[in-house]
């Protein structure tokens, strides 16, 4: 049964006096004496005296003040939110609708609840430092909504230097760029992502620290939060640390300003403590059940993510968030010794070169995709390329030197093996799989992208399996460069050059992706070798416009293929249903090979008519080579 | 200073370019120059001309000026396509009206009496939807801008034989139509050169007719497909009895029913589902440059006469603008029959020197009530 007050005053603005007759006419027996504001602050003692409940609406500022009067005189308070205080509202979970708020006010089972302090100022439900755009945004708010105010708070974000300093003497240095100290408020991404680990009995302070480390980092960030917004995060994201203390110094590298309850107040150095069990509030019933049987906890430092050491040296002197992040030293350390050892010759990467080359060679005359895909996984291309990109992304030339030299002995060992073996064939078909690798387009160039950057990826991260990505890369690789070698032992340049064109473009495609790739990890923070990327560059620009006109042709070459299954000709009376056409290019000439249905002999002067129709029809010198069916 | 340097050249090379995809604009000469159109704007085939002349209108808006600068002035003249008042037409036009040539978008019928005369008055007609073959014979002025009914013909004979592999069909005639009659035959002839069978050739004539009775008649000989080259009407109706009879043959029609049917009788399409017929264009087919542009400037559905409508008048500029004087009606016929590989909306036209059409011819067929592209015979 619920319990009521038997008296209250009621402590009001001239903008709450209107409540006066709603509360003194209250059904729950209590006499509500009331007192306004100004009144009060004249005479504290006088008008306090006595009191053991206070009801107040008004403004913040004068629910601190009676706040305030409460931890010096014990009395316990009842709050009338206005119609502007949704914080208010929400943190403490107090009804919207004014009779509830009132019966709430006045019951008799006030929460004991610990008060911060920050600057010696009441901070009600949350203070922030500096910029923090990450974190403050309102978290009530829908998706598309907090995504433009993430972006909005997101321009000219900068990390500044912090110093913390814990109650228990725990000093952390670190750069942000802003932080919020946090009372059990509901309403921000910051208080979902630390929801699980605060209470209003807990006596301590709450601080989440923004520190995106670069416009990637964020937007990682800001997709995570979108995507689980309505979970509670027990993990912390990756630029957001926590410390959780009874009382934390917050020193800034310059002065800022520090803002309580959404209002400028102080500005840093902050010191924000907590005195625990201060006030007994009136609390709505679902808050006051959480609150319940939460005990005092340990201090909580959870600053991981946050930069530290060399990191924190880099940031500082940034003007502002780059857009990539910086990799771990660790990762950078291993990662680079691999790249060493990788751009090294050796017999293994030599004897694999041979041995995949004659594999794919094989599997070329046999026209067995599965031999091939045998030779892709023998092949151990990836590594000097890879290696490549890191040389001249960073201007290593020692690194891209010995890349170069490893790749080109690997592309000497594969022509080379591929031409000797087929100048030892007797036979030297061309199967539909070396002609796959005839006609390279900029969509050849789209699985080269996609290689580099897989490449590149896994190469970063020891616990993935760089197999997977080498045999993605050989795909690209070994398949037209043994078709090339085969041109030079047919001694037939247009095969050859077809061939090493898609070499090329995939060589290069990879280089680029896996560079970028390595530049967005944060291995390096800008691009050194700008002269060696932008030769790279030059050379996927060149490629790219025969690839284009490749790819244009390929387009045109479908469609015409396509249309022609609706295509007829009445030659010389003679109908002839075209079931099947394949436009082909060799030696610059258009070969169009048909497959058709007539019922009468043909003789030389319908095919020569019917060369006639489509040279009209289709404007275009086409070599002719007919198949046909007779209707029986 | 340099990166001024380089954008300006950017600038001046775009600007060139595109200066290059420019044509050159057309100065206004003052002349004029008078094009004649026969057709029927009225009666019952009011559509074949007002649809043609829909066509005609928006080439023209593309294109109102020769090439010399002169503007082009339509005379029209509604013949009901009646075949008196063709001729009649034909003689306003040329004799008064001093028209530099003529198009015409009235049936085989009235251009074949306009064809009796043609030579007299000397002035070039350009037929675009009468198909009869004998249109161009006996005279040297009325070119042929449609295939013609011999083409149309055989194409059907063959489709029918060589793609549906059918071997007995049904020919249903208008005797009172000479285009019906000679497609009819003609169709009739190629089937059986072909190996197949003409179970019926029957004649239906007008509204009086007994339906029923042809539909009985025909059907007792148990064709394989039924070959209708008469009226959308005439078709819905034997259709529609012949599916009281629970009788659903193949059928197949010729030229520009079906776009009577998808513009007059659209409620009754559906009842058409699987109706193949011959025609000069398809919807579904791919356009020309030219068929794009004609396309977006023209606001509604065309109809297949009003394509032929904006290939005939391009046809005809065309041919006006290679003479130095476009007046020159002599000048402008040799034009004419000497069109070689024009690009129309959907594919090339050329006009040999006896008068006839080489272009290529759709097979399509009604589906779920719209009309369904099939095949393209050249």
């Not at chain 1, 943190?91 to 019966?103: G, Q």
């Not at chain 1, 911060?116 to 978290?139: S, Y």
């Not at chain 1, 321009?155 to 300093?165: C, H, P, R, S």
Request: charged share 20%; glycine share 6%; proline share 4%.
């Amino acid at each position: 049964m619920t319990n009521y007050v038997s008296s209250a005053l009621f402590v009001y603005t001239p903008d709450t006096k209107a409540l006066i007759q709603r509360l003194q006419a209250n059904s729950f027996g209590t006499a509500v004496t009331p007192v306004a504001i100004d009144d009060l602050l004249q005479n504290p003692q006088e008008r306090l005296a006595g009191a053991d409940h206070v009801v107040v609406a008004g403004t913040l500022d004068v629910i601190k003040q009676v706040l305030q009067f409460a931890r010096e005189h014990a009395f316990s308070v009842g709050i009338l939110p206005g119609e502007t205080q949704k914080d208010l509202v929400r943190s403490y979970d107090l009804p919207r609708n004014l009779d509830a708020a009132v019966e709430l006010a006045l019951r008799r089972d006030a929460q004991v609840m610990d008060l911060i302090l920050c600057n010696e100022q009441i901070l009600l439900f949350k203070g922030a430092v500096g910029r923090v755009p990450l974190i403050d945004t309102p978290g009530a708010v829908n998706r598309p909504a907090m995504l433009v105010s993430a972006f909005k708070k997101f321009f000219g974000l900068k990390l500044l230097g912090f110093d913390l300093i814990t109650a228990g003497g725990r000093r952390i240095e670190t750069a942000a760029c802003g932080c919020m100290i946090l009372q059990h408020h509901v309403g921000s991404l910051a208080s979902r992502l630390i929801s699980h680990d605060s209470s209003l009995t807990d006596g301590m302070v709450s601080l989440v620290v923004a520190a995106p480390r670069s416009v990637v980092a964020y937007l990682r960030f800001l997709t995570r939060i979108l995507f689980t917004l309505s979970a509670k995060h027990k993990r912390l994201p990756a630029a957001i640390g926590y410390v959780r203390s009874a009382r934390i110094e917050i020193t800034s590298e310059t002065e800022l300003d520090v803002f309580i309850d959404g209002r400028r107040a102080t500005h840093t150095p902050l010191v924000c403590r907590t005195l625990p069990g201060a006030v007994r509030i009136n609390i709505g019933p679902d808050l006051k059940e959480k609150s319940k049987g939460v005990r005092h906890s340990a201090e909580r430092i959870d600053v991981d993510h946050l930069p530290k050491g060399k990191e924190l040296l880099k940031a500082r002197k940034q003007q502002k968030v780059p857009f990539f992040s910086y990799a771990s030293e660790e990762r950078f350390r291993d990662l680079f010794t691999a790249l060493r050892e990788d751009a090294r010759i050796n017999g293994a990467y030599l004897v694999l070169m041979v041995l995949s080359t004659l594999l794919a060679t094989v599997g070329l005359y046999l026209n067995s995709a599965s031999v091939v895909i045998g030779a892709m996984l023998l092949a151990p291309l990836m590594a000097p390329i890879v290696s490549l990109a890191m040389g001249l992304l960073r201007s290593d030339g020692m690194l891209a030197r010995n890349s170069i030299l490893k790749i080109m002995a690997g592309m000497a060992i594969a022509l080379g093996a591929a031409a000797l073996v087929t100048l030892l064939f007797a036979d030297k078909p061309v199967t539909p799989e070396m002609e796959a690798r005839l006609n390279p387009t900029l969509l050849d160039l789209g699985v080269a992208i996609t290689a580099g950057v897989a490449g590149a990826y896994t190469k970063s991260f020891k616990e993935i399996l760089q197999s997977l990505a080498g045999v993605a890369i050989a795909v690209a690789l070994v398949p037209p460069l043994a078709v090339a070698g085969i041109g030079i032992g047919r001694g037939d340049l247009h095969f050859f050059s077809q061939a090493f064109l898609l070499f090329s473009t995939n060589l290069v495609g990879i280089i680029l992706a896996s560079a970028f790739t390595f530049r967005v990890l944060g291995y390096s923070p800008v691009i050194r070798g700008k002269r060696g990327i932008a030769t790279v560059a030059l050379f996927l620009a060149l490629i790219a416009v025969p690839l284009s006109l490749s790819y244009d042709r390929i387009v045109q070459k479908r469609i015409i293929e396509k249309s022609w299954k609706k295509e007829r000709f009445l030659v010389n009376g003679k109908y002839l249903i075209i079931q099947r056409a394949r436009l082909s290019r060799r030696g610059g000439k258009e070969l169009i090979f048909m497959d058709i249905l007539a019922r009468d002999a043909l003789t030389r002067d319908d095919l020569m008519k019917f060369k006639q129709k489509i040279q009209t029809n289709f404007n275009r010198k086409l070599v002719l080579r007919v198949r046909t069916t007779y209707i029986p | 200073m340099q990166r001024f340097i380089h954008i300006t050249l950017f600038m001046v090379a775009v600007i060139g370019l595109a200066a290059c995809d420019q044509k050159p604009v057309v100065q206004p000469s003052g002349r004029t120059v008078k094009i004649g159109i026969v057709a029927p704007f009225t009666g019952t085939d009011r559509a074949k001309g007002n649809e043609g002349l829909k066509g005609i209108h928006t080439a023209m808006q593309l294109m109102p000026y020769l090439q010399n600068g002169d503007a082009i002035k339509l005379v029209l003249e509604d013949d009901g396509n009646d075949s008196v008042r063709s001729v009649k037409a034909l003689k306003k036009l040329a004799a008064t009206d001093k028209v530099s040539a003529i198009l015409t978008l009235s049936s085989s019928g009235p251009v074949l009496k306009m064809a009796d005369v043609a030579d007299d008055y000397k002035t070039p007609i350009l037929a675009l939807l009468a198909t009869h073959p004998d249109i161009t014979r006996n005279n040297h002025f009325i070119s042929q801008f449609p295939f013609d009914d011999d083409f149309q013909g055989t194409v059907a004979a063959q489709y029918v034989r060589d793609e549906l592999l059918m071997d007995r069909a049904a020919v249903v005639i208008n005797p009172e139509s000479a285009h019906s009659r000679h497609l009819g035959a003609k169709f009739a002839q190629e089937f059986q050169t072909l190996g197949g069978r003409t179970t019926n050739m029957v004649s239906l004539s007008g509204d009086t007719d007994d339906y029923e009775s042809v539909v009985k008649r025909v059907r007792r000989k148990n064709p394989e497909l039924v070959y209708l080259p008469i009226r959308a009407k005439a078709v819905i109706r034997l259709v529609q009895i012949a599916g009281k009879m629970d009788w659903h043959p193949q059928a197949m029609v010729g030229d520009g029913l079906l776009s009577t049917v998808l513009t007059k009788y659209r409620k009754e399409a559906r009842l058409l589902d699987g109706l193949l017929a011959s025609d000069f264009y398809a919807h579904q087919a791919p356009l020309s440059a030219y068929g794009k542009r004609l396309k977006s400037a023209y606001k509604g559905n065309a109809t297949t006469y009003t394509a032929l409508g904006m290939e005939g008048y391009a046809l005809l500029v065309n041919a006006l603008n290679r003479c130095r004087d476009p007046a020159d009606r002599a000048c402008i016929n040799r034009m004419i029959r000497s069109t070689r590989n024009f690009t129309g909306l959907m594919g090339r036209i050329s006009i040999e020197s006896d008068g006839k059409a080489r272009r290529p011819l759709f097979v399509n067929a009604i589906h779920d009530g719209h009309m369904k592209y099939v095949v393209k015979v050249y």
